[in-house]
């Protein structure tokens, strides 16, 4: 029996989606983790944990040192087919671990400049792609000359987060202050790796997202589809919704997809499935990001619904070193997620989630949060607190449906 190893997981649904299709795919999957809580915590966990895991393996995941030495154990008893990670901190690891064992895997060092805003940006920079204006800072005097020298407002992030956590739209220089000062204050990385010591201030972006889904694969960068994304959150920029694929006209579409497979390119992505944010603003598509990684926030089962194919099971095969192919199976259908919100405080009741259930093309409508629990203000996306998703023949359709469904579902609150 092939055998699998996962380095850690996200938490947003394509890294789940990846354990159920290797167990689909008849593999011994081993699951490399540094602690299970975070897991048995998200809503699933426990399920694809007992049902899809053969094998766990405690030890650090976050540097390559220690990671190696208990792959190694484990290739050492049985050889490894694959060893990948879609998790955003372990990419890194995961990618070097592979190439040292001959296993098929992208170039470890296109996932470092990729997975580093400041390097991604610089490599960018170099070979062309359009982004924004941007400075790597490390000291608070140089964020505050950046953001004199871009202008206001400006966008002041940390080098190695993701879901918009040290992400924030600053419209004062106190705020440029404050933003850099929250993100060098702690020594260490959300998952606790050490904080990489440049800060990047940005021009702020105007403009609608997207993102763009690609396909890394014996040499080329394939398109398979474009995200339509709603952001919003005050100062912050919170994922409320995707659709796939975008409504846009195709000419739209098409600039943004181009400017994405240049972003790809740059950073030498060769293997996988990377996702891509852009904004087209009035000067054409600009980059926000590249994350070398599969998308979260369903987007890969939005992918699925519409496409008619299994999109982690593609990704776990290019790691098997099969060769892949993306022909779905029948016109695109329209899928699309909304997020549901509300105001801080306590829960006192929640209504409306069995009428948006009812609503045809509705698959799922649900509340994270039940009755005593905490809203927290809407900062990161993990502040959300629920989501519908629905399909329709037609993206729009299905975006308008999702929110038609989620505005039945009322989550009153009380303050603290
Ligand atoms: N320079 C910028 N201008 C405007 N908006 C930005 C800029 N950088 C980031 N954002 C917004 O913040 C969100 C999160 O930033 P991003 O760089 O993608 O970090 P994360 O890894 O947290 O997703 C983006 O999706 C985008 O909406
Ligand atoms: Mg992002």
């Known amino acids: 029996m092939r055998r699998i190893g996962f380095v850690e997981s996200n938490l947003s ?3 789940f989606d990846a354990l159920r299709a290797a167990r689909k795919l008849g593999l011994h999957v081993i699951f490399f983790n540094c602690g299970l809580d975070r897991y048995h915590a998200a809503a699933g966990g426990t399920e694809v944990l ?6 766990f393996v405690s030890c650090p995941t976050h540097e390559l040192a ?4 208990a792959v190694e154990q484990v290739n050492a008893r049985e050889p490894l087919s694959a060893l990948l990670s879609v998790a955003e901190y372990e990419v890194v690891p995961a990618a070097e671990a592979a190439r040292l064992l001959g296993l098929p895997g992208p170039d470890p060092d296109g996932i470092r400049v990729a997975r580093n805003k400041a390097d991604q940006r610089r490599r960018c920079a170099e070979r062309g792609v359009p982004i924004p204006e941007f400075r790597a800072v490390t000291t608070a005097e140089e964020a505050a000359r950046a953001a004199e020298e871009i ?10 987060e993701t879901s918009g956590f040290h992400v924030v739209r600053c419209a004062t220089m106190a705020e440029v202050i404050d933003g850099f000062r929250a993100i060098v204050s702690v020594p260490t990385n959300l998952r606790g790796q050490p904080r990489h010591r440049e800060v990047l201030v940005e021009e702020c972006l105007v403009g609608f997202e997207v993102s763009v889904e690609v396909l890394a694969a014996a040499g080329s960068v394939r398109v398979l589809g474009v995200t339509d994304k709603i952001v919003g959150g005050h100062n ?20 943004l997809a181009r400017a994405a497979v240049a972003a790809a390119q740059a950073v030498d992505f060769d293997l996988g499935i990377a996702h891509i944010e852009l904004k087209y603003t009035a000067d054409g598509p600009k980059l926000v990001e590249i994350n070398p990684r599969p998308a979260g926030g369903r987007i890969t089962e939005l992918m699925d619904r519409s496409l008619g194919v299994d999109t982690m099971e593609l990704v776990v095969r290019q790691y098997l070193g099969e060769p ?17 919100t509300a105001e801080p405080g306590v829960v006192d009741t929640v209504t409306g989630v069995d009428v948006a259930r009812l609503v045809p093309g509705v698959h799922e409508a649900v509340v994270y949060p039940g009755p005593g629990a905490l809203v927290r203000p809407l900062r990161v996306n993990e502040d959300r607190i629920g989501h519908v998703l629905a399909t329709a023949d037609d993206p729009y359709v299905a975006g308008r449906t999702a ?13 603290e």
């Not at 892949?324 to 549901?340: C, F, H, K, Q, S």
């Open 324 to 340: 892949v192919t993306v022909a779905g199976a029948g016109p695109a259908r329209g899928a699309a997620i909304r997020y549901l």
């Open 403 to 415: 929110e038609a469904a989620a505005q039945q579902i009322v989550v009153s609150t009380r303050p």
């Open 50 to 55: 007992s049902t899809c895991v053969d094998e």
């Open 66 to 69: 220690p990671l190696m030495a």
């Open 236 to 255: 912050r920029f919170v994922e409320l919704g995707h659709t796939f694929p975008t409504a846009l006209p195709d000419s739209v579409r098409d600039g």
């Open 151 to 160: 202008g206001l407002p400006c966008v002041v992030k940390a080098a190695d």
């Open 13 to 15: 649904g394509s890294g």
